[in-house]
Nanobody, 119 residues
Framework: QVQLVESGGGLAQAGDSLRLSCASS????????MAWFRQAPGKEREFVAR????????SYADSVKDRFIISRDNDKNMMYLQMNSLNTEDTAVYYC????????????WGQGTQVTVSS
């Protein structure tokens, strides 16, 4: 069992940066591939970024590539999302999620943290 708690969301202006954090507890963090998703009002939840168990491999949605950076610290059981050059389309609830292997379902989800970007 894994518990995930996001933090770091808030209000930002276009062009600003924010860093989201995801704290994990309950199981060995390095067992899991970790990811960020987001859901904007009236839209379906979408993939943002993913990082392999030990951080050697990352992938991003085209909409955030070159602006967002995903990272993790297995010693601290933490994952991060550095969000740069924010724009209004980044406004969403951001969720962290854990999967045991690429292609598996994301078994564990956090409660989400709101990011609101104003123009």
């Amino acid at each position: 069992q894994v518990q995930l708690v996001e933090s770091g969301g808030g209000l930002a202006q276009a062009g600003d940066s924010l860093r989201l954090s995801c704290a994990s507890s309950g199981s060995t963090f390095s067992r899991y591939v970790m990811a960020w998703f987001r859901q904007a009002p009236g839209k379906e939840r979408e993939f943002v970024a993913r990082i392999s168990r030990f951080g050697s491999s990352t992938s991003y949605a085209d909409s955030v590539k070159d602006r967002f950076i995903i990272s993790r610290d297995n010693d601290k059981n933490m994952m991060y999302l550095q969000m740069n050059s924010l724009n209004t389309e980044d406004t969403a609830v951001y969720y962290c999620a854990a999967q045991k292997a690429y292609g598996a379902v994301y078994e564990y989800w956090g409660q989400g943290t709101q990011v609101t970007v104003s123009s």
